[in-house]
């Protein structure tokens, strides 16, 4: 089956620190790759995506690059913000169907 | 303006009522889910409806009831709450194309809280 393994959270970073939340993922075909983001209190919201392999998604100073032959893709930030906390979800969509499948969450705390 | 709206914001009820929850988008998307958030964050779909037509129906007890009266609507029915299902509902909706992926597009959640 098709499934997305996100690092252990909560994180906790001070401010312009880097961050890296690691993703990997198990599918059945080729799928589509996403970075969810969910500030408190709201729904999720797309933060970046990539649909082939080597793309690389990018918004708000987020990155992340869709490996194939590692089957990851990691968010990175090179400096974060206290804004920046939230919890974030990877997922996978595969085109066969509309189902999103997504990650544990990770719930990322930027001190001040 | 709001693109996918959810009421109520908050529910708290007792053990074994009847609730629902609704959800409704403006966007002219043809695809709707519910997803269930548990206290750890981990997110679950229920149902998506295509159309009006049900086409993902997760192992949901069949207390859980979706109803879609039109393409922009897609309410929640709870039979006989139960303690275990307190939780963050959300409602999302997509407009899914021949084979790609177009982004989901998530309500801001309706907290249902069982006592």
């Known amino acids: 089956g098709n499934s997305v393994t996100q690092m252990e959270g909560p994180v906790t970073l001070s401010e312009e620190a880097f961050l890296t939340i690691n993703c990997t993922y198990t599918?059945?075909?080729?799928?589509?790759l996403f970075w969810y983001v969910q500030y408190p209190g709201e729904g999720l919201q797309l933060l970046l995506k990539a649909t082939k392999a080597d793309d690389k998604g990018s918004n708000k100073g987020f990155e992340a690059t869709y490996r194939k032959e590692t089957t990851s893709f990691h968010l990175e930030k090179g400096s974060v913000q206290v804004s920046d906390s939230a919890v974030y979800f990877c997922a996978l969509h595969l085109t066969s169907g509309s189902r999103l499948t997504f990650g544990e969450g990770t719930q990322l705390t930027v001190n001040p | 303006d709001t693109a996918v709206s959810q009421t109520p914001k908050y529910l708290v009820t007792q053990m074994g009522n009847d609730k629902s929850i609704k959800c409704e988008q403006n966007?002219?998307?043809?695809?709707m889910y519910w997803y269930k958030q548990d206290s750890k964050k981990f997110l679950k779909i229920m149902f998506s409806y295509n159309n009006k037509e049900l086409i993902i129906n997760e192992t949901v007890p069949n207390r859980f009831s979706p109803k879609s009266p039109d393409k922009a609507h897609l309410n929640l029915h709870i039979n006989s709450l139960e303690l275990g299902d307190s939780a963050v509902y959300f409602c999302a909706s997509s407009q899914e194309g021949r084979g790609r992926y177009n982004e989901q597009f998530f309500g801001p959640g309706t907290r249902l809280t069982v006592l």
């Open positions: 966007l002219g998307h043809d695809t």
């Open positions: 599918a059945t075909g080729y799928p589509s």
